[in-house]
């Protein structure tokens, strides 16, 4: 006798030995019956797999969060946890401030718990929080930037705009419920404050802010028989890196007496590029998010580059190493990189990545980056900020914006900013006797009072009104990547041989506009203006990874059928 099986479709649930109703075939028998239940296993995993795109397709943002209403009082009879993203950069000091800063709090808001995760790269929370948007899982409060955040707006009401929270009676910025001493919005220092404001909305606060300096080894530019301006010049840092590159009689630099030499290095080629075109007033991006760097003046920056390249006179953080590092070891006259970065400075610099055998003594002098107009100096404002993301219950959002306002408090910012050359964010910490006393004790020792540190904090406190910032909008992490990318490329290829020509530039273009999907700006900033940025490269490669499986199986099912015809 023949054995028999059932072949169930697989959405149905049915119980082991269940007796099969009238979907049975006979072993040997039934040939077209087993293929239509191939058939329809094959459907039924091609519908879940059309199910799972989907639901992802659906998380992504067509939905979304409502808009969030802040409680009219806050529970504290509910627990809530949060977990707070936050970059540390492998400094022990900043990871003990922040444990103690969620230590004071929880202490004032004993039913609010707060998770710390650290990072020792932005772009690292960055990929993280794209990726997690797909599965609903962010973070309560991130560290991030402003370029980052217009892109995390890929789902309605996704992230909190903040100005109902910054405007509350009760729990907004000095708000009358507040357990700790909050600076009230007006002690933000406004330049700060309004890099957090985009699409007409603030989606985050300031957390820390920095420029770039220029690092300058005081001593070689004097032996090369010059004198430091009051301001650097593009003009005077290519003329003093093209005279150091004297050798002597035994093929060393003469400056050094080494072998080794950059005289210019550059950490941030992003930056690099946006302050220059800010000096001289060409075109970068607007508002709207139009693309606008690919012209004749960046091509004439990048030639200049290319010219300084070529001699060796010059390079990149990507391309050569760490700025600090040749500083430090006599092996680069400007360095350029953040005043954040000014604890790696110098010859007595508190941290440091050669061995002290290969330390260099002389003197650092901390100098606004070159100008092309003295007179009308610019200079980019970054630094992190801090956003918080929307979730179901009111009450954790809220619990997470106490929080946001307690690392605004002045022991937060004034513990922070002296751990390297940030400044606080708020008048009423810079104002502060204790921060005043701190910048009064500059090189005092070499590590609390570094005297680099403290003059890379000045440097930005005297520069304020001289900073800016680029447009933001969800394209412009990707613009901003592109901008040094451009002199990456140009670096490298003059280092390779490559012929640098006006066709070069032009393919150069086009390469990183590719690269970049720079063309795809106006539909990119059209979702923006709705708060619906591009679906995240993480989420897009699964939706299309399903798309692919279900047209592969549908295609596979197709030929089957196909061969099976045939061989009738």
């Keep these: 006798m023949s054995r028999r099986r059932c072949i169930w479709p697989l959405w149905e649930n049915r119980a082991p030995g269940e007796q099969c109703a009238g979907n049975m075939v006979e072993k040997g028998q039934g040939n077209s019956g087993k293929r239509r239940g191939r058939i329809r296993n094959i459907l039924s995993g091609a519908m879940i797999l059309a199910g799972s795109m989907f639901w992802l397709g659906g998380c992504h943002g067509s939905q979304g969060l409502a808009a969030y209403e802040i409680p009219g009082e806050f529970d504290d009879s509910g627990q809530y946890e949060i977990t707070f993203w936050a970059k540390n950069d492998t400094n022990k000091t900043q990871t003990r401030i922040y444990e103690r800063a969620i230590d004071d709090f929880q202490a004032l808001y004993p039913n609010i718990r707060v998770n710390l ?15 997690n948007i797909a599965t609903n899982t962010t973070p309560n ?3 991030t930037y402003p370029d980052h955040i217009a892109t995390y707006l890929t789902g309605k009401n996704l992230v909190v705009s903040l100005e109902e929270l910054f405007a509350h009676e009760k729990y907004g910025l000095g708000g009358s419920e507040i357990r700790f001493d909050a600076p009230e919005q007006e002690e933000i220092i406004p330049q700060f404050l309004e890099e957090c404001s985009f699409g007409g909305h603030y989606y985050a606060v300031p957390y820390m802010r920095s420029t770039e300096a ?9 032996a090369l028989g ?15 890196s093209e005279a150091a590159m004297e050798r002597d009689g035994e093929g060393n630099f003469a400056v050094n007496g080494q072998k080794v030499l950059i005289p210019f290095i550059y950490k941030s080629t992003d930056n690099m590029m946006i302050q220059m075109l800010r000096q001289l007033d060409a075109g970068y991006s607007n508002e709207e998010g139009e693309i606008q760097i690919f012209h004749d003046t960046t091509k004439e920056l990048l030639e200049t580059m290319a010219e300084h390249a070529g001699t060796g006179a010059f390079s990149t953080f990507k391309v050569s190493g760490y700025p600090a590092n040749f500083l430090n070891a006599g092996q680069c006259i400007f360095a350029i990189d953040s005043t954040a970065g000014a604890t790696w400075m110098g010859t007595n610099a508190p941290l440091i990545d050669i061995s002290e055998d290969r330390l260099v003594d002389f003197e650092t002098a901390v100098m606004t980056i070159p100008q092309f107009d003295t007179e009308n100096p610019r200079m980019i404002s970054q630094g992190p900020s801090v956003c918080i993301f929307n979730k179901a219950d009111p009450q954790e959002v809220l619990a997470s914006w106490l929080f946001v306002q307690y690392l605004l408090t002045d022991d937060v910012q004034i513990a922070y900013s002296e751990t390297e050359g940030y400044v606080p964010v708020t008048s009423k910490a810079q104002n502060s006797e204790a921060y005043q006393e701190y910048l009064s004790r500059s090189g005092e020792d070499n590590n609390l009072y570094y005297d680099v540190k403290i003059s890379a904090a000045k440097l930005l406190l005297d520069n304020v ?15 901003r990547d592109a901008a040094g990318q ?10 390779r041989k490559q012929t640098v020509d006006d066709a070069y530039f032009e393919k150069l273009y086009g390469d990183v506009t590719s690269l970049y999907r720079l063309d795809q700006s106006g539909e990119s900033v059209a979702r923006g ?11 897009a490669v699964l939706l299309w990874a399903l798309a692919g499986t279900w047209i592969l199986i549908l295609l596979y099912l197709l030929l089957r059928m196909a061969k099976r015809k045939k061989n009738q």
């Design 486 to 495: 451009l002199i990456e490329n140009t670096v490298k290829s003059v280092i």
């Design 214 to 222: 220029c690092y300058v080894n005081k001593t070689y530019v004097e």
């Design 117 to 131: 995760r650290l990072y020792t790269d932005y772009g690292k929370i960055y990929n993280d929080v794209i990726t």
């Design 529 to 539: 203006k709705a708060e619906l940025g591009k679906l995240p490269q993480t989420a």
């Design 226 to 240: 010059y004198t430091l301006p009051e301001t650097l010049t593009w003009d005077f840092v290519w003329e003093v």
């Design 141 to 143: 409060v991130c560290i």
């Design 465 to 479: 009104e001289n900073t800016f910032v680029t447009p933001v909008f969800n394209g412009s992490a990707s613009l």
